[in-house]
Structures are given as structure tokens and as C-alpha cells.
């Protein structure tokens, strides 16, 4: 069975531009979501889907964050535009079928580095 | 809401000594508790957890861990630790309100000396 996958896993880009990342999670999880993780601290969510609806986004800075998940199954996450604080690692994990809901299996992370 | 707390950010054992981890958690019910391990470059991978029953898990790996609910802990320990147990190690507690949220420690490092 193959794992979260995402990519790119690694990115470096000047701020104030666009960047995206992808992530497909476990066959038969309904549940995803997206974490950032800055160097020496621990995952903090951002967004989770149940499906295609984003059932928690509290964390999300809306103002430059996006996140969709257009058919309940593989999702993109999108900063626009880029800042100097973003650089970090962004993890995707995603949870359900036999694991359990409450169980995450991560993705090996995308990590940005904003010049 | 449920928090986290790692006391150590690292700790330097020998290979063969024994490890022992801490975990402290805030939450007013029984939560449910994780432990994660993450190697450099790579995602977290669960070692254990505890959802209910006996409070002594076992998990991946040789790595077992103890809830104690009345110091609100849930400590991580191995016997005799192999070079390739260097990792970042996260603590986690679950719960379900609105949905079930995880929030997860700062983390520590281990780092095994020869």
C-alpha cells in the first residue's frame, strides 16, 4: 500500500511568489490534513477535511492560505504571496479506513525556503 | 482545549542504556495519546498509542509507554537503545470535540552516542 505522498519536497522561491503543494493521501482515508511544522517546534494544524468539506480551517491564514480538496481525495495547499516567515516544512497527513480515525500516517513533508 | 508538553528538547544517551522520555498533557477527559517518531527529512511515523484499557502500551520498534492519569503523563521508554533510535520524538494527545483534533508536543531529540 502506498503512503501519503506529496511533493514537491523541496521548494525554494523569492517572496512574494506563488507556491503550491500537493498531497494524495492513503487509498480509503476520508480524512486529510495539512500541518506546518517550523524548525525545532512540532506539527500545527492548519486545515482538515472530512471528504471534500473543510471541517476545521481556524488555523488557516486566510489571507494568503488556500486549501481545496475538489473530489474528496487528493488536495493542494497554495501561498499567495509568499513571505520570509513561511519557509517551514508542510506536512500532509491523512486518517480513516482500518488505521482508525484517530490514527495520522504522514506524508515525508514538502519544505519551503523563502529567500 | 488539550496541550502538550515535552520538558526536554534533548537528551544524549549511550547505545545500550535504557531512555525514558517525558510527556505531559493537558485535557479534561481521558484523551487519547500518541507518540510519533520523526527521522531528518522524513514524516512521523507512529510508535504507539493509548486509546483505553491496560495503561502500559507497547509499540513499535521495542518502545513501550505508560499512561499515568494521575500525573497527567504518558512517558515514552526503551530498554536498550541502537544507534538507529536518533530521532525527533513528538507526543501527542487527541481528543474529540468538534471533530477529533490532535495537538502535538515541541518534541525531543534524541541524539545516541557509540
Known amino acids: 500500500e502506498a503512503g501519503v505522498v506529496q511533493s514537491p519536497r523541496y521548494k525554494i522561491i523569492e517572496k512574494k511568489q506563488p507556491v503550491a503543494f500537493w498531497c494524495n493521501p492513503i487509498s480509503g482515508h476520508n480524512t486529510l490534513y495539512w500541518y506546518l511544522q517550523n524548525l525545532g517546534q512540532g506539527p500545527e494544524l492548519l486545515i482538515r477535511y472530512e471528504n471534500e468539506e473543510a471541517v476545521d480551517d481556524s488555523q488557516l491564514p486566510k489571507d494568503r492560505f488556500s486549501a481545496e480538496r475538489l473530489k474528496g481525495v487528493d488536495s493542494t495547499l497554495k501561498i499567495q504571496p509568499a513571505e520570509l516567515g513561511d519557509s517551514a516544512v508542510y506536512l500532509c497527513a491523512s486518517s480513516g479506513g482500518t488505521g482508525g480515525a484517530n490514527v495520522l500516517t504522514f506524508g515525508a513533508g514538502s519544505r519551503l525556503t523563502v529567500l | 482545549a488539550q496541550s502538550v508538553t515535552q520538558p526536554d528538547i534533548h537528551i544524549t544517551v549511550s547505545e545500550g542504556a535504557s531512555l525514558e522520555l517525558r510527556c505531559n498533557y493537558s485535557?479534561?477527559?481521558?484523551?487519547?495519546l500518541f507518540w510519533y517518531v520523526q527521522s531528518p527529512g522524513q514524516g512521523l511515523q507512529l510508535l504507539l498509542k493509548y486509546f483505553s484499557g491496560d495503561t502500559l502500551v507497547q509499540g513499535i520498534k521495542g518502545f513501550e509507554a505508560e499512561f499515568k492519569r494521575s500525573q497527567s503523563s504518558f512517558n515514552l521508554r526503551k530498554p536498550s537503545v541502537h544507534w538507529s533510535d536518533a530521532a525527533e520524538y513528538f507526543c501527542a494527545v487527541g481528543a474529540s470535540t468538534g471533530g477529533f483534533k490532535t495537538i502535538f508536543g515541541a518534541g525531543t531529540r534524541l541524539f545516541v552516542k557509540a
Open positions: 485535557y479534561g477527559a481521558t484523551p487519547y
